[in-house]
């Protein structure tokens, strides 16, 4: 559930040069079909989260609408009709009991994973890559003070925490907990591999020249250091992104993270256990897109890896 396995995999990266171009990193994708093929599908993902509310507008039915004649009450609240309830009005079926329709839960449950991972990527890295160049930059005390902190937060079962915190916490502004909870586990193992790396940068050759032109610390590492830092950065980035969409349906799963009736995978994961030997669509499609929505960013940031590795080599 949590990111630091991934993250600990790029201690192995440390850029001695530029990172490869975007331009170039992108013709190395594109020329990759499995690379391509996880593109693809990440921008039908993408494109879904945001332009939700006019999908479902065209599908004709809203997330949190509920259609008692998709449903048979004879049969226990079961869908009408093979494979879950699929027909030219429900595209993806329907859930058991209440009939809300599938299609726009994903289309809405999409919407909740993209923004969540991505705000919690974003204050990660902030936290993370500010704080890693502030520790291996100035060291002594600054140095001490963060890793004591970084070391405190990595010995915590970060999983059980987050339950424990989130199960304390009232319901309301659920996403916006989230992050934080999230982010506050997931910064530390960014800001080690930066505190490393920067540790490394900050004895080059360049970095004393701006020491010596009489640049202020600041310049120093946010204009020199810092850009030599992009690719790892990018790398931790693409890594920690499905690692976090995977946290938040596993929160959602055990009932801590996004609260009913807001669409969640994970909650859509959790709610079709007890339905799943005789409703196996009501399983299937909302654990399909979770697994291929990780999946596609695993592989893809694997693969933007190895294209800024080959660059810096050439």
Known sequence: MTTSPALAEIEEVVPAAPPASGRRVLTRITRDRGALACLVFLGLVVLMAVAAPLIV?????????????????????????????????????????????????????????????????????????????????YRGWVDQVISRLMDFLMAFPALIFMIAILSSLPSGNRPVLLVVVISAFGWPYLARVIRGQTMTLANREFVEA??????????????????????????????????????????????????????????????????????PMFFAIPGAFLFLTVLSLTVLGDKIRTAIDQGEAA
């Not at 809300?100 to 909740?112: K, S, T």
């Not at 690692?243 to 994970?266: D, K, M, N, Q, R």
């Open 57 to 137: 507008k065209l599908s004709g039915w809203g997330p949190y609408q509920f259609d008692s004649a998709a449903i048979n009450s004879d049969l226990g609240g079961l869908p009408r009709g093979a494979l879950g309830g699929i027909s030219g009005s429900h595209w993806f079926g329907v859930e058991p009991q209440n009939g809300r329709d599938l299609f726009a839960r994903i289309v809405y449950g999409a919407r909740v994973s993209i923004t969540i991972s991505l705000s919690a990527t974003l204050l990660t890295g902030i936290l993370g890559v500010v704080l890693g160049m502030l520790a291996g930059f």
């Open 210 to 279: 701006a020491r010596a032109s009489g640049a202020k610390d600041t310049q120093v590492v946010f204009r020199e250091i810092l850009p030599n830092l992009r690719g790892s950065i990018v790398v931790m980035t693409t890594l920690a992104i499905p690692g976090y969409i995977g946290t938040e349906a596993g929160l959602s799963f055990l009932g801590v993270g996004v609260s009913p009736p807001t669409a969640s995978w994970g909650q859509m994961i959790a709610s079709s256990v007890s339905w799943y030997s005789v409703d």
